[in-house]
């Protein structure tokens, strides 16, 4: 069975009878459960009235680092999170590359959800790009190893993968290492140890080939475990069922099917 890491259902534009066909067709081919990720705390009250009817979907709450449009307080922040149906904090981190004039403003939010989940105890769900010194430097400086969380749709370094798995964290693979273009990550998580790997779709966003140019739907992570069952020399079971094992120890308040 395969679990869905990081997901945003909410986003996939359906209406709930759509939704609920897309989530029994990922059921059929053996998906069990899906973390449905916030990317904004204002709309989180939103987002988890789309999925509360489904108990095999999980929340976590928090303002995505493209999303500062949408920054709220710690306090709130903190309100949210610690409720009961939120298993992680985030998704937080850094975006140089598409968003660099909202350096200072990152920064401070990061800072604020690695408290937070220090406070809560729940594990961080971590967004990163062209990022690399200052998300690992903060991590540490915050005593982040205290919750530990995951590096979700990786496409950094493999320094920086090591980097965050000695510090405990679990690294996530989309769809991207699929790509004609990914040729880099490929090697990145040929390197990645077994046990440290999750997988994900990051829908709607990002689908794996072959089904490029549609949008992207929790079922497809199938794709990416196969890819990456074959690019580490392992059997698809063996990839799901370590993968899954490793969802459940990172996301412990999750509902194990």
């Given at each position: 069975?395969?679990?869905?890491?990081?997901?945003h259902l909410d986003r996939l534009k359906q209406s709930?009878?759509?939704?609920?066909?897309?989530?029994?067709?990922?059921?059929?081919?053996?998906?069990?459960?899906?973390?449905?990720?916030?990317?904004?705390?204002?709309?989180?009250?939103?987002?988890?009235?789309?999925?509360?009817?489904?108990?095999?979907?999980?929340?976590?709450?928090?303002?995505?680092?493209?999303?500062?449009?949408?920054?709220?307080?710690?306090?709130?922040?903190?309100?949210?999170?610690?409720?009961?149906?939120?298993?992680?904090?985030?998704?937080?981190?850094?975006?140089?590359?598409?968003?660099?004039?909202?350096?200072?403003?990152?920064?401070?939010?990061?800072?604020?959800?690695?408290?937070?989940?220090?406070?809560?105890?729940?594990?961080?769900?971590?967004?990163?790009?062209?990022?690399?010194?200052?998300?690992?430097?903060?991590?540490?400086?915050?005593?982040?190893?205290?919750?530990?969380?995951?590096?979700?749709?990786?496409?950094?370094?493999?320094?920086?993968?090591?980097?965050?798995?000695?510090?405990?964290?679990?690294?996530?693979?989309?769809?991207?290492?699929?790509?004609?273009?990914?040729?880099?990550?490929?090697?990145?998580?040929?390197?990645?140890?077994?046990?440290?790997?999750?997988?994900?779709?990051?829908?709607?966003?990002?689908?794996?080939?072959?089904?490029?140019?549609?949008?992207?739907?929790?079922?497809?992570?199938?794709?990416?475990?196969?890819?990456?069952?074959?690019?580490?020399?392992?059997?698809?079971?063996?990839?799901?069922?370590?993968?899954?094992?490793?969802?459940?120890?990172?996301?412990?308040?999750?509902?194990?099917?």
């Amino acid at each position: 069975m395969f679990v869905d890491s990081h997901c945003h259902l909410d986003r996939l534009k359906q209406s709930p009878e759509e939704l609920a066909e897309t989530l029994a067709f990922a059921r059929k081919r053996g998906v069990e459960h899906f973390l449905c990720v916030a990317v904004s705390v204002k709309e989180y009250d939103d987002m988890l009235a789309t999925v509360k009817d489904f108990p095999d979907v999980s929340v976590s709450c928090g303002v995505h680092p493209l999303h500062q449009d949408d920054a709220c307080s710690y306090d709130e922040l903190l309100e949210k999170a610690q409720r009961d149906e939120v298993v992680a904090v985030g998704e937080t981190g850094l975006d140089y590359f598409y968003s660099p004039e909202s350096k200072s403003v990152q920064l401070t939010s990061f800072v604020d959800h690695i408290k937070v989940a220090n406070e809560t105890g729940k594990p961080l769900i971590i967004h990163t790009r062209d990022a690399r010194e200052d998300t690992i430097a903060l991590l540490k400086e915050h005593k982040a190893e205290h919750t530990i969380g995951v590096l979700h749709c990786f496409t950094e370094s493999l320094e920086m993968a090591q980097a965050a798995i000695e510090m405990g964290f679990y690294v996530s693979i989309s769809g991207i290492v699929t790509f004609n273009s990914a040729d880099e990550l490929r090697e990145v998580v040929k390197a990645i140890p077994l046990e440290k790997l999750l997988i994900e779709t990051d829908s709607p966003w990002l689908a794996p080939v072959p089904h490029r140019g549609k949008q992207n739907q929790p079922g497809y992570v199938v794709e990416v475990a196969e890819f990456i069952a074959n690019l580490k020399g392992v059997s698809v079971a063996e990839l799901a069922r370590q993968t899954t094992e490793n969802f459940y120890r990172l996301f412990s308040l999750a509902k194990h099917a």
